[in-house]
């Protein structure tokens, strides 16, 4: 389907539906300055075909959603939280699951928290926990705290943005599979081409956590199923199990040598996964 510009609380916010509205819907939520390109069009297409109504959406200073203006964001990880909501509201969807990668899933464990009846189940790839805790997790690897601490970029030129971007998904991707230069250019390349202003993303680096839930993780009484790889430079293995042991009746979907993300790679283990989870929690 086309892309559909909506008001979800006076808000402006680019989204795009596939399948049928009949079948169990699920929202899926990308991650930190992240449009929704990220959820690549094939892998929303093959939910849609196993019988799901997804819906993806541009956060606020991604894409073709609000934009404020790099260091000029007027709002807090708390008003993602509550635009996933709209969202849901606006294609009249009273509950959903909900699928969120990076700090995507970040916001689907506060959508749970802040908003418990209208998420269904959960899918987190990738992240870790949203809420504080007592456990003591390992921090990311040296190849992406180096990377972060010296690559350099020019912003303000589409051409420099772009190869930062795909030197960061490379160091993303873990390492230890071939990395597809080509498939990773063309989508970061596309994704700047299509964003109103690109470099507004970099807000998200900076956000204030807003108000937080006083709940911890074990106060999620909904399936949960974590998706994560070992080579995850970002947030290695650990932090996967760890939400899994937190969330009441976590299941842990471990990838082999998979990095952060979703990778092509992994689509047909992710999506059956995927299908046979939304499918057990309907």
Do not use: K
């Not at 680019?14 to 959820?39: H, K, Q």
């Not at 190869?163 to 994704?191: I, K, M, N």
């Not at 109103?196 to 807003?210: E, V």
């Amino acid at each position: 389907m086309a892309e559909r510009v909506i008001q979800a609380d006076g808000i402006e916010l680019c989204t795009e539906s596939f399948g049928d509205p009949s079948d169990p819907p699920v929202l899926l939520i990308m991650g930190t300055g992240a449009s929704m390109l990220w959820w690549e069009e094939g892998f929303c297409r093959m939910l849609a075909e196993g019988g799901r109504f997804v819906i993806r959406y541009d956060h606020r200073d991604t894409g073709r959603s609000v934009t404020y203006g790099p260091g000029r964001a007027e709002y807090t990880g708390t008003d993602l939280v509550g635009d996933a909501a709209g969202v849901l509201d606006t294609y009249e969807i009273p509950a959903a699951h909900v699928v969120g990668v990076s700090a995507g899933g970040a916001l689907a464990q506060l959508l749970a928290l802040h908003y418990a009846g209208r998420v269904l189940s959960l899918v987190l790839i990738s992240t870790s926990s949203a809420v504080p805790g007592d456990r003591t997790l390992p921090p990311p690897a040296e190849e992406f705290t180096q990377f972060v601490a010296t690559a350099h970029v020019d912003r303000s030129d589409a051409d420099s943005a772009i190869d930062h971007q795909v030197a960061y998904a490379r160091v993303l991707a873990g390492g230890r599979r071939p990395f597809d230069e080509t498939a990773a250019r063309s989508l970061v390349r596309r994704d700047v081409e299509r964003a109103h202003d690109f470099t507004a993303a970099r807000n998200h680096d900076s956000l204030p956590d807003g108000e937080l839930p006083q709940a911890s993780l074990s106060s999620i009484a909904v399936p949960t199923l974590v998706i994560h790889g070992t080579a995850d430079p970002l947030f290695p293995l650990r932090h996967g199990e760890a939400l899994a042991e937190q969330i009441p009746g976590g299941r842990l979907l471990v990838l082999e040598d998979a990095g952060h993300g979703v990778d092509r790679a992994d689509w047909a283990v992710i999506v059956p996964a995927v299908l046979e989870h939304t499918a057990a929690s309907a």
